[in-house]
T-cell receptor, first 113, second 113 residues
């Protein structure tokens, strides 16, 4: 079984500043990793995913994430945020033989002008 | 446009009543899922179905029931046995196969009074 820990529950950030959201996972097997975004009272939208290959993954809306196997981490970054990036972000994991996702508790990003 | 439709968006019910949440998808996905979302807890898997007429319990199935009579539809019934049913419910679907991730509906907010 896998588990996901998102290390920050709330991240306030000023507009045009960089942001990093931290995600660590634990699993006894190799995994696939995902980041989703949720805007208020809406469903989740896939930002990016890591399946294999390059450890730096680029996603939509200027986000990217880096997979670090030795540190079992998959941190999400954006070099310059906008007000519209205010949302909740979820890290998720599934193992290689399954497609059920296990989610972290989420990180709320609030972008201020 | 392909997608997942959840209805209704908001639902109010009296304590002790059963209620059914609708989820329909036209993505031709084989797998469908129900998640429950509570503040600060991320998403927890209630039930999932990999194929028509088959479904499995997730991590928090007690007090819920599902059916999968058609590929497109995966309704969730919240029964009176569910101790704390007030929550945001998300339906998702995916293709068969690991690493697929999942597409989410817009959610149903259930409030039991």
């Amino acid at each position: 079984a896998q588990s996901v820990t998102q290390l920050d529950s709330q991240v306030p950030v000023f507009e045009e500043a960089p942001v990093e959201l931290r995600c660590n996972y634990s699993s006894s097997v190799s995994v696939y990793l995902f980041w989703y975004v949720q805007y208020p009272n809406q469903g989740l939208q896939l930002l990016l995913k890591y399946l294999s290959g390059s450890t730096l993954v680029k996603g939509i809306n200027g986000f990217e994430a880096e997979f670090n196997k030795s540190q079992t981490s998959f941190h999400l970054r954006k070099p310059s945020v906008h007000i519209s990036d205010t949302a909740e972000y979820f890290c998720a994991v599934s193992d290689l033989n399954d497609y059920k996702l296990s989610f972290g508790a989420g990180t709320t990003v609030t972008v201020r002008a | 446009d392909g997608g997942i439709t959840q209805s209704p968006k908001y639902l109010f019910r009296k304590e002790g009543q059963n209620v059914t949440l609708s989820c329909e998808q036209n993505l031709n996905h084989d797998a469908m899922y129900w998640y429950r979302q509570d503040p600060g807890q991320g998403l927890r898997l209630i039930y999932y179905s990999q194929i028509v007429n088959d479904f499995q319990k997730g991590d928090i199935a007690e007090g819920y029931s599902v059916s999968r009579e058609k590929k497109e539809s995966f309704p969730l019934t919240v029964t009176s046995a569910q101790k704390n049913p007030t929550a945001f419910y998300l339906c998702a679907s995916s293709i068969q196969g690991p690493g697929a991730g999942a597409f989410f509906g817009q959610g149903t907010r259930l409030t039991v009074v």
